[in-house]
């Protein structure tokens, strides 16, 4: 009951909030938003979905411009509506690991050139603040009325507690399910564009790795266990592995050691 009443609340302070599905009618498919470096990551196969912007140059990662998918034609819907309207419609998704989600949304939101946005400023976020304080902050914030940038991926992707999305790319890792995003793309008409594994900067690194160093990197982890479910990652600190959100097989071949991302 009480979150309903937050959702309607919700709906009316931030409406876009819980449009986290694009539809590309004319390719049959739909992509599960991100927001960050997800998004950023897949907008090279979004522009290659999108044919009033497959034209153009490949959008570069994190380009500050905005993208040609929100100037053409396309529905931006919630999980519900996307069930609702397109049942069997294939959906794809990129996601991120949690400590290295946290850091480039401290980088974007605290070390940017850009003012606090409401949500940051109405938190108390401020842009003093170290990547130690920002994660222990973000960990203490209830995930219902979080931020997109700070949400849960599970619950931006979910529906009645089932994942959305029939297949998951992890940005750290992309080679492990290239393949399968590959098939579905060209079961649809379109190329594969050439996609890579983030390269992240030399300060995302250092902030990185002083957060491990840190006691908010275990709040960090307990914050986003859910999310960790999505990487199939080992134990946790608690020294029990999460409950699964779903028992749906969305993500094969999961992260190797060796090339798994920092949680």
Request: with cysteine.
């Amino acid at each position: 009951m009480l979150r309903t009443l937050y959702n309607l609340f919700d709906r009316k302070k931030r409406p876009l909030r819980q449009h986290s599905f694009i539809v590309f009618r004319d390719k049959g498919l739909a992509f599960g938003r991100v927001p960050g470096d997800p998004f950023l990551w897949a907008l090279p196969v979004i522009s290659a979905l999108d044919s009033k912007s497959a034209a153009a140059s490949p959008p570069k990662f994190r380009d500050t411009s905005c993208p040609p998918v929100w100037q053409s034609d396309i529905e931006l819907l919630t999980a519900r509506e996307l069930k609702r309207r397109y049942p069997d419609m294939p959906v794809f998704a990129c996601v991120q690991s949690p400590i290295e989600r946290v850091v480039s949304c401290y980088e974007n939101v605290i070390l940017g050139d850009m003012p606090l946005t409401a949500y940051f400023a109405e938190k108390r976020f401020s842009k003093d603040m170290s990547i130690t304080a920002f994660a222990a902050k973000v960990a203490n914030l209830p995930d219902m009325n979080a931020d997109n940038l700070l949400r849960n991926q599970t619950s931006i992707l979910n529906h009645r507690k089932q994942l959305v999305p029939d297949l998951l790319v992890d940005i750290d890792s992309p080679d492990q399910q290239a393949g399968a995003l590959s098939r579905l793309l060209k079961a649809h008409g379109v190329k594969m564009p050439a996609l890579k594994r983030i390269s992240y900067s030399a300060r995302h690194n250092v902030l990185t790795d002083e957060l491990l160093d840190s006691s908010a990197a275990r709040l960090v982890r307990k914050r986003y266990a859910r999310d960790a479910e999505l990487f199939n990652m080992p134990l946790y600190a608690s020294g029990a592995t999460p409950k699964p959100l779903s028992s749906r097989p969305v993500m094969t071949n999961a992260v190797q050691a060796d090339s798994a991302p920092r949680l």
